[in-house]
């Protein structure tokens, strides 16, 4: 087997929004008991990851908050974090302020809103995990948090690229920006992004980066899918990702990470 460790992002990716795959359940389960390591890579918070950690049996570890921190998947404890500095995340979220769009900032359990509102119930129904509701800006509160994983803006769709480039002018040497959904802007740690999270995975355990395998379908897994030996995009995915992948699968609608792992374990790839 050339691959001992693959990361999979999960929504779009490994998960088509209504049901995990019997098959993707199956080929992980048969990755794993022929001495594969399969990381879920997601830019989720942990807790709404875990539920789906036992169905898959994908009981190793888990890249979460896009590559800032980094769990045991069984026990939720955290193995190497990436914190966003609080200036930088404290900027960050004064911006989607002042640009009237809705700001989370992320720790390890909980997302954190100034107020509720539409859009923040419409992410917290989708990730099944309630935010926790402060009563003052976020670029306040981050102040009182131990530690800052990601700030994300809730923007609109016509306005998202223009509000990336302004972003990154603004803190760019000092932080990841980048796009994780047609709505979604989100700013972490230089040191974070799930290729960085992915390369002290591999070290951790000993595996040269060459024997990695990363599967995407947004802009938020292009640095995992460029650092991985292997890097993948499924069919669905967005023509930039697509652009820089060694190899396309079939879409998530079929089964295209479970096509992947057979392969490998074929020894076909």
Do not use: W
């Not at 009182?144 to 306005?159: L, Q």
């Not at 998202?160 to 760019?172: M, N, S």
């Not at 040269?208 to 460029?226: K, Q, Y």
């Amino acid at each position: 087997m050339k691959y001992r460790l693959i990361a999979s992002d999960f929504d779009n990716t490994l998960y088509d929004e209504v049901a995990l795959s019997p098959r993707a359940i199956k080929a992980i389960s048969d990755f794993r008991a022929a001495g594969g390591r399969f990381c879920i890579a997601s830019g989720r918070i942990f807790t709404a990851i875990r539920p789906f950690i036992s169905p898959l049996g994908a009981d190793d570890e888990v890249i979460a908050c896009q590559g800032s921190a980094i769990y045991y998947a069984s026990t939720g404890e955290v193995m190497h974090k990436f914190a966003l500095e609080k200036d930088v995340a404290v900027r960050a979220a004064r911006f989607f302020e002042e640009k009237g769009d809705v700001c989370h900032a992320y720790d390890d359990l909980h997302f954190h809103v100034e107020k509720a509102n539409p859009l923040s119930a419409m992410y917290a129904e989708y990730c099944k995990v309630e935010p926790a509701i402060e009563g003052k800006p976020i670029s306040r509160y981050i102040l009182e948090m131990p530690a800052v994983n990601k700030v994300i803006g809730i923007v609109s769709e016509d306005t998202i690229d223009a509000k990336v480039e302004e972003l990154r002018a603004l803190i760019g040497e000092n932080a990841e920006v980048t796009k994780s959904a047609p709505m979604f802007l989100e700013v972490t740690s230089l040191q974070a992004g799930k290729g960085n999270a992915l390369e002290y995975l591999a070290k951790h355990f000993g595996i040269p980066i060459s024997e990695t395998v990363a599967v995407g379908d947004h802009l938020n897994d292009l640095s995992m899918v460029l650092k991985a030996g292997l890097g993948c995009a499924v069919e669905n995915a967005i023509p930039e990702l697509k652009a820089h992948a060694d190899l396309i699968l079939p879409s998530v609608y079929e089964d295209g990470v479970a096509v992947l792992i057979e392969r490998i374990l074929a020894d076909e790839i």
